[in-house]
């Protein structure tokens, strides 16, 4: 528990003694009876001074636990802070929030309700990356030949070609009885794309090669198939990790037509109205030209 905690403790701690002290001089009775009655006014005394011996044993626990402390950043959406912890008093928690508001929280607020303390990750070297792409499910095919073959251009995709194809040819072979199509296997776009996806973020230097690296597909939803990317930058600090994730993927929208795939994006009104100037365009040239 922070010094200021004790310190505002033995300020209460004498204050008590002094009005103790000063009723008995004033009724020219001894402290002990006074202090015999502290039974009668144990009800008074936890009303008056609740929120003082609730942050009391909340600091213990706060500081037994490790829960907190001075730096950290913490996050508590049922009182609006997301900042870092300047003062840890005995009833209150000063939290300056990231728009350099400040929020005063209760102590035992901090053990009652749920918060989050980001210290951990700042600590751990690594902050999380976990966005997905809508892939337009009518864009996903498998790929020919000369397109796996214009692929393997790319240095960091040509192991997995290699590799995969070999799995194929493998599989392939073994139904060569019964060559019809559907019994074959084949490499889609999409299982490239995520590949590549793959290879270019354990190439990065901006990514934590030592903590979990990760695309995978989450379940198909109304604006298509969702390919997440789950990783860890190797930088904590907030403006760079928000520019290395700007910046993957900005390059993973604009190399996704190289695979033949588009991203799901909903119908626009200016979409609509190309389309119904397109339409109308059409049947014009088809009346002028029966």
Known sequence: ???????????????????VVSMSILANESPVIFLSGLGVATGFVMLVFKDTILGF??????????????????????????????EISLTTVKVRNFDNTVSMLPAYALVQNAFI??????????????????IDVTSIRFMNDDEIEK???????RQYIY????????????????????????????????????????????????MLIMVRQLEPT???????????T?????????????DLFDHIYSIMPLFGLRPYQMLTSNDAFQFVRSDTTSRSSIQKNP
């Open 117 to 134: 303390n980001w210290q951990g990750m700042s600590d751990s070297g690594g902050r999380r990356i976990k966005r997905a792409v809508n």
């Open 57 to 86: 044993v909340a600091g213990i626990q706060l500081s037994a636990n490790r829960m907190i402390s001075l730096n950290d950043w913490i996050q508590m959406d049922a009182y609006g802070a997301n900042g870092t912890v300047e």
């Open 222 to 232: 109304q604006e298509g198939i969702p390919l997440q990317v789950y990783a860890f």
């Open 234 to 246: 190797n930088n904590t600090d907030w403006a760079h990790y928000e520019g290395v994730q700007a």
């Open 163 to 210: 590799e995969k194809s070999r799995e194929i040819n493998e599989y392939n072979e073994e139904m060569s009885e019964e060559p019809a199509f559907g019994n074959l296997r084949h490499m889609t776009n999409l299982g490239m794309f995520r590949a590549y996806i793959n290879a270019y973020l354990r190439a990065s230097k901006d990514i934590h090669q030592y």
């Open 1 to 19: 528990m922070p010094i200021k905690s004790f310190v505002q403790l033995i300020k209460l701690f004498t204050f008590f003694v002094g009005v």
């Open 151 to 157: 692929l393997k251009s790319i240095r960091i995709l």
